[in-house]
């Protein structure tokens, strides 16, 4: 089979004879080589000339099938579930009623929606477009390959910490099972102190109530510490409780997504019916409508004030999870035509949803519990591992049947930190495996792998639970997703906009959609607008604000102030992260040869395998798969018609 040239046809019998032919041109019975010899004229058996290398056939890299989500329910269960966590419950409610009540929501929807959702759609798109993790996707670009390093170091810290939360809700759900509740006043070791209340904290004379005795004595020992310089010895409860929950998480992922995929239809969905059963019971409680008022009640002149700007974009980074790798991760798995904009918008209206409903069901029982104190909410109210392990588990003891309430609390804790555990320890393993694909095509291996991760965080994990760990946590935490993720997600805005192509990137996305809905055009255009302008310009606010807050704020864990060497171990905890970008621009630039010039340019430009990448079977990469570039000497055979050409150009020059 010919094609209008006389070439032979890519795929016909000529063509493929063609490439298996030895490097010469057939001219009249002679055979030429590329380079002028005639190796068989000569009756020698060695060449006449100096000979080349034959090039070896090249040998096409296995592909090694990968995993996709076994529905499309799987993956908006776990997205949902890696993002409403613990933030949402213990953080959003008391940001809320910090800056000004239902005032809040303002500042809060508009980071939401100009910084939020396009890089939530970003992050998802890049993801599902390359079928690749954080490391792997940035051949798109791979000057910024740094962006992926960092978002692994930023997602390795999450995961060193964030497991000590699920350590510590493991404690209290096994101390809920005892009645009466070991911190409430009808436990007997508590009877003395609800008693006469004269029991309280010597450094700063403030009366203890029997939730922060047990919280501050039995789990954390912190009493035992004098600061972040003095771990102390491990807590061997705690190091029980941290031990069984990277057994969870290993025994949960050892599968990957197909049996992760099956634990978020439970993990994901019984935090929202337990939420429900408290707003519930919540509204039944004399003073739940003091502490919703509380909760709601707007303060018009905090929108004056930069210190709530910074606090609603904070919290939608927080609780979207941008920037860590485990949305770009989770992406990956997804069909190359899954719908990614519907998704977005599913799953930034659900979580920031559940944040607003999660204020009632705190701050309802909050109120019950200051209108029984008689005193105001602003009293008993609280942020972070203090809201979570004090305050409401004080709430929660004053409940008849306090018992199931507190089980049910930290059932509904424990589900959404490891939904959230999940996408974390997920956006690692892909990174990794991407990056060694030979341990994806072994089960063994892979599992191998997986353990000793799991075991390496344990080993770590065992400095946050001594006697000084909540200094050591409190410090990870302030810093692991403080500046260092600005700067990751910044530059992660700028190089899809600007190097890679805004709109090359639109146009991947409407790719992606096979049948575009008309409505999905016109929403790219407010994406496009906000990942050029809007968004850069606000996560430069929020970075500046941030160093400001920084340089002026003293870091402090309750009255423990932190000293200058703890606040600078903290800033090059941060730095480590975003520095990767600089570290690998520079590898990627030396990689190159020309100018400085040139050797950018080149760096920016997508790799010839990220075309391919996006393709998740077989079929589909035989079928896209760009002819492969020969650079070695190759077979030219002439037809009938050319030599017929050749006599009679002869005969005309004669």
């Not at 029982?365 to 004080?394: N, Q, S």
Request: hydrophobic share 45%.
């Amino acid at each position: 089979m010919q094609d209008q040239s006389g070439k032979a046809a890519p795929g016909s019998p000529a063509g493929s004879s063609t490439t298996t032919a030895q490097n010469s041109v057939h001219l009249n019975g002679h055979t030429v080589t590329q380079n002028g010899c005639n190796p068989t004229s000569a009756p020698a058996p060695q060449p006449q000339c100096e000979s080349r290398p034959t090039s070896p056939t090249p040998t096409p890299t296995p592909i090694v099938p990968r995993e996709q989500w076994g529905g499309k329910y799987e993956f908006l269960l776990s997205c949902i579930g890696y993002c409403v966590g613990l933030g949402n419950v213990w953080r959003f409610p008391y940001l809320c009623y910090r800056n000004g009540g239902g005032v809040f929501l303002i500042p809060y929807f508009i980071m939401l929606f100009f910084t939020g959702v396009p890089l939530f759609l970003m992050e998802l798109s890049l993801g599902q477009y390359g079928a690749a993790g954080p490391i792997t996707v940035w051949k798109c670009c791979p000057l910024l390959k740094g962006i992926g390093i960092g978002m692994l170091c930023v997602s390795t810290l999450v995961c060193l910490y964030y497991n000590v939360i699920i350590a510590w809700t493991f404690y209290y759900l096994g101390s809920s099972f005892q009645s009466p509740l070991p911190w409430s006043c009808e436990a007997v070791t508590n009877a003395g102190l609800c008693g006469n209340g004269t029991t309280g904290n010597s450094s700063t004379g403030k009366v203890l109530s029997p939730t922060e005795i047990f919280w501050n004595e039995r789990v954390l020992g912190v009493v035992h510490s004098e600061g972040l310089h003095d771990p102390g010895p491990v807590r061997w409860a705690l190091a029980l409780c941290l031990l069984a929950a990277w057994i969870v998480i290993f025994l949960c992922m050892l599968k990957g997504i197909r049996s992760s995929g099956k634990v978020v239809y439970v993990t994901a969905t019984f935090p929202y019916f337990v939420l429900i059963v408290l707003i519930i019971r919540g509204a039944t409680l004399e003073g739940s409508l003091q502490g919703v008022a509380f909760y709601l009640t707007p303060d018009w002149g905090r929108l004056a004030n930069a210190q709530v700007w910074n606090d609603a974009a904070s919290q939608i980074f927080y609780s979207l999870g941008i920037g860590v790798g485990g949305l770009l991760s989770m992406a990956s798995y997804n069909k190359f035509d899954n719908n990614v904009i519907r998704d977005t918008l599913i799953i930034t209206t659900g979580n920031c949803t559940t944040s607003f409903f999660a204020g009632f069901a705190i701050f309802s029982i909050l109120g019950h519990m200051a209108w029984k104190k008689g005193v105001p909410v602003g009293e008993v109210a609280d942020t972070g591992p203090g809201l979570a392990f004090v305050a409401y588990p004080e709430a929660l003891a004053l409940l008849p049947g306090s018992v199931f309430w507190s089980i049910m609390f930290f059932l509904m804790l424990f589900m959404l930190g490891i939904d959230t555990l999940f996408g974390n320890m997920e956006g690692i393993t892909t990174a990794v495996l991407d990056e060694f694909p030979q341990l994806r095509a072994n089960a063994l291996h892979k599992s191998l792998f997986l353990a000793a991760l799991c075991f390496g965080f344990y080993l770590m994990g065992l400095l946050l639970v001594t006697n000084g760990g909540i200094y050591w946590f409190t410090l990870i935490d302030s810093f692991s997703t403080s500046f260092g993720l600005i700067i990751i997600t910044l530059f992660m805005c700028i190089g899809i906009s600007f190097f890679y192509g805004v709109n090359q990137f639109c146009q991947d996305i409407i790719d992606m959609i096979c049948h575009c809905p008309p409505w999905c055009s016109k929403v790219l255009l407010y994406f496009k607008a906000c990942w050029v302008f809007c968004t850069p310009f606000l996560l430069l606010f929020i970075l500046t604000y941030i160093f400001i807050e920084m340089y002026n704020t003293p870091l402090h864990y309750g009255s423990y102030v932190y000293p200058r060497w703890g606040k600078a171990l903290g800033v090059c905890i941060g730095a480590t992260c975003c520095l990767q970008i600089l570290i690998w621009a520079i590898v990627a630039i030396s990689k190159e040869t020309g100018t400085l010039k040139d050797r950018f340019q080149k760096s920016i430009r997508p790799l010839n395998s990220w075309r391919v990448n996006n393709l998740n079977s077989t079929a589909r990469v035989q079928d896209h798969m760009e002819p492969e570039r020969v650079e070695a000497p190759f077979t030219v055979t002439l037809t009938d018609m050319d030599f017929t050409a050749m006599t009679w150009e002869a005969g005309s020059q004669a």
